[in-house]
Nanobody, 124 residues
Framework: QVQLEESGGGLAQTGGSLRLSCAASGRTFSGSAMGWFRQAPEKAREFLASINWSGSGTAYADSVLGRFTISRDNTKNTVYLQMNSLKPEDTAVYLC?????????????????WGQGTQVTVSS
């Protein structure tokens, strides 16, 4: 089992930045690929970014490419999502997820563990 807890959400202005953190406990974190997703009201859950077990490989959704950066620190069992140039349409609940596989993936059905999420609100 892996327990995931997100933090760092809150209110930001258009053009501002936030950094989300996801702390993992339980199963070996360093062997797991990690991902960030978001879900806005009445919208489907959306893939944002994923990172492989070592941090050497990443993937991004087109909607956040160049604005968001995923990273991880295996010594702290934590994955991060740096969000820059925020827009009102980035408003959503942001969730991190973990895979048993060490390889990154955009497919949410391939993730085995999920956090509860943290709210991000971007004002115009």
């Amino acid at each position: 089992q892996v327990q995931l807890e997100e933090s760092g959400g809150g209110l930001a202005q258009t053009g501002g930045s936030l950094r989300l953190s996801c702390a993992a406990s339980g199963r070996t974190f360093s062997g797991s690929a990690m991902g960030w997703f978001r879900q806005a009201p009445e919208k489907a859950r959306e893939f944002l970014a994923s990172i492989n077990w070592s941090g050497s490989g990443t993937a991004y959704a087109d909607s956040v490419l160049g604005r968001f950066t995923i990273s991880r620190d295996n010594t702290k069992n934590t994955v991060y999502l740096q969000m820059n140039s925020l827009k009102p349409e980035d408003t959503a609940v942001y969730l991190c997820a973990a895979r048993r596989s060490p390889i990154y993936s955009a497919a949410q059905t391939s993730y085995d563990y999920w956090g509860q999420g943290t709210q991000v609100t971007v004002s115009s």
